[in-house]
Nanobody, 122 residues
């Protein structure tokens, strides 16, 4: 009943910007930390950015100064603003969240979106 729906992926040129969003829906009791991960060709999946419910953020060294993660708790949504994009940013971006559903509010579920393709090329 609880799912994450991502949007905003696409094709942009190097130096461009892209804004990803991920909205959680369903019978949600509460959402803890949320984050963005990416699967880059030739590399293992890595955490790009994360944000706690209170707004504390963490970024991978490769995206610091270029990416900004934010969230809107009222909308159960997390965003990833990506600026100064580079070809190496190409990959499938996955939304992740720790969610407590109404059906089992004492259990923190590790939920994932289906992923959205981000391609940076000229």
């Amino acid at each position: 009943q609880v799912q994450l729906v991502e949007s905003g992926g696409g094709l942009v040129q190097p130096g461009g910007s892209l804004r990803l969003s991920c909205a959680a829906s369903g019978s949600i009791f509460s959402i803890g930390a949320m984050g963005w991960y990416r699967q880059t060709p030739g590399k293992q999946r890595e955490r790009v950015a994360s944000i706690t419910r209170g707004g504390s953020t963490n970024y991978a060294d490769s995206v610091k100064g270029r990416f900004t993660i934010s969230r809107d708790n009222a909308k159960n949504t997390v965003y990833l603003q990506m600026n100064s994009l580079k070809p190496e940013d190409t990959g499938v971006y996955y939304c992740n969240a720790g969610i407590m559903s109404m059906h089992s509010p004492l259990v923190l579920q590790d939920c994932w979106g289906q992923g959205t393709q981000v391609t940076i090329s000229s």
